[in-house]
């Protein structure tokens, strides 16, 4: 495949109104939209937003279905007006309520791509790609090499004269890429742009998107509710949480200090118990569990009596035949395995407690196995119980 992303970094329009040095990045302050439904009811889709989005950041917004990522993201490309707040990028202030502006969708030179590919039929692969610069009036010569040499960078170069319909799926989300990173130059937004095809073009095309981010710089915001996309393509994730910010940070940050038990749930599978604090050895917390006494390295400031949820990964268990003597450490018998491809899956007994979701790699053990069990002090969360529940 020819490359020529040294094309694309021209820009070859981007000088018709004389705004090629402008740095991308998106400013959302307090943003808020809320719709009222037929029956009357208010829904708080956006629920008080504030996120700064760096220059060439790629964020994922992470979150279950209905919390407001699409809303989110219509707000910022200015297809969705929002009751208040505001959206600045480095072409300046896209939306101020309280100063009654809202520039219009095509003007705001973002980039978006949808989860249906929306390719207009009746155009050819080059005039969909084309279509963004043409209703901008970009000059003629510099549309022809810039549309050439994005779907040239996607791969699909040969696809130019084709009609959406006879192509495949996954070309179809390639020439919807093409023409978000065509329209968007600096910023493009992506919702959920995978889950339409299948396993293998998903792979394929996550990493391109990430490779070719990587290497034009643009600035992406990524919606998507599935934890392993997410955490293959962020810079940042914004957990998202019924219109608001649960947690914003790296995805190594939100893995491992989750800042609360649906973050925790949202970004990994857990494996969780509660217990109440018996007290502190050195810089450990005790608490008595179902396990009995468990050891926890924590910043916590945790008191005797306190009850709370202790959360951790499936993959920090540790599964071993012999004993030598760890922290944290129980007999376990094997009560359930599951073969999963890369890892066995098991539910082990400790006595009468049950331990779900415990991972393992190897041959897979047989049910009735006696094997010990451990976590590191490190590797259990603290999490406050009471409202941690309630919220589950
Ligand atoms: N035009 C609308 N009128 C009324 N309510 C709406 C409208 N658009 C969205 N909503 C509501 O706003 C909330 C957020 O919707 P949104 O589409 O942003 O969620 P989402 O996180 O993108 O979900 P999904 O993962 O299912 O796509 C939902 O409760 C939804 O029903
Ligand atoms: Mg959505």
Redesign the pocket.
């Known amino acids: 495949m020819a490359r020529t992303q040294s094309d694309l970094k021209r820009r070859p329009d981007s000088t018709e109104d004389g705004s090629s040095q402008i740095v991308p990045s998106i400013s959302i302050e307090n943003l808020v939209k809320h719709f009222r439904r037929e029956n009357g009811t208010e829904v708080r889709a956006v629920d008080d937003i504030s996120i700064d989005v760096p220059l060439g950041e790629f964020l994922v917004l992470l979150g279950p279905s209905g919390c407001g990522?699409?809303t989110l993201l219509r707000c910022i490309a200015g297809l969705e007006k929002p009751t208040s707040g505001r959206i600045a990028t480095q072409r300046g202030v896209m939306f101020d309520s309280g100063k009654r502006r809202n520039v219009p969708p095509e003007a705001r030179r973002i980039g978006m791509v949808f989860q249906s590919y929306a390719l207009w039929p009746h155009m050819t692969v080059f005039d969909n790609v084309a279509y963004p610069l043409r209703a901008r009036r970009a000059p003629k010569a510099g549309i022809h090499s810039r549309v050439t040499s994005t779907l040239d960078v996607l791969g699909i170069g040969e696809l130019a004269h084709q009609y959406p319909g006879q192509v495949s799926g996954g070309q179809q989300q390639r020439v919807a890429l093409a023409r978000a990173l065509v329209a968007g130059e600096d910023t493009v937004l992506f919702?959920?742009p995978l889950s339409n095809v299948d396993a293998q073009v998903r792979d394929e095309l996550r990493i391109e998107i990430r490779g070719m981010q990587r290497e034009l710089g643009f600035t992406a915001v990524y919606?998507t509710h599935d934890r392993e996309e997410a955490m293959g393509l962020a810079t940042r994730i914004a957990v998202i949480e019924r219109g608001r910010v649960a947690q914003i940070g790296t995805p190594k940050a939100i893995y491992s200090q989750p800042s609360s038990l649906h973050v925790a749930r949202t970004i990994g599978s857990t494996t969780e118990m509660g217990g109440t604090v018996k007290g502190w050895e050195g810089d450990h917390a005790v608490v008595n569990t179902k396990l009995g006494l468990i050891r926890v390295s924590t910043s916590e400031s945790v008191s005797p009596g306190d009850n709370v949820l202790l959360v951790t990964r499936p993959v920090d268990w540790q599964l071993d035949f012999n004993d030598s003597p760890l922290v944290n450490q129980w007999r376990a018998v094997i009560k359930a395995g599951a073969f999963l491809g890369t890892r066995n899956e098991y539910i082990v007994a400790v006595e009468d407690a049950l331990i779900h979701h415990v991972w393992h790699h190897g041959e897979i053990l047989p049910q009735g196995s006696q094997v010990w069990i451990s976590i590191p002090p490190a590797a259990i969360q603290i999490l406050g119980d009471s409202d941690e529940k309630a919220k589950a």
């Open positions: 990522k699409t919702d959920e919606v």
